[in-house]
């Protein structure tokens, strides 16, 4: 019989189970509505030390630091101003 018993208690805690209702997603924007640009800084293989940043647009390379920065602080900063004039420039065109 404490068999039969213990059983049934977990059906009945499986039929109550209640999976956890989904989040709402944090981005809300629609699609276009957001630059696609990205930015990374990264060691300078030619010049150990020093910093270079990259702006990527989607998964593609789409402009680079010239100079190379002693610090990365420094090349983040840069790539803040490009990435800024770049985002205007496209604001611009919508």
Known sequence: MAIRDRSRTSLN??????LAAMAALPHSAGMGEDHQFTVRV?????????????LFKATQAYNRSEMS????????????KVLDKRIAAWQALR
């Open 42 to 54: 990264e060691p300078d293989s030619s010049r150990p030390g020093r910093f270079r940043w990259a």
């Open 69 to 80: 920065f002693s610090t990365k602080r420094e090349a983040a900063q840069e790539a803040a």
């Open 13 to 18: 805690r499986r039929r109550n189970f209640v």
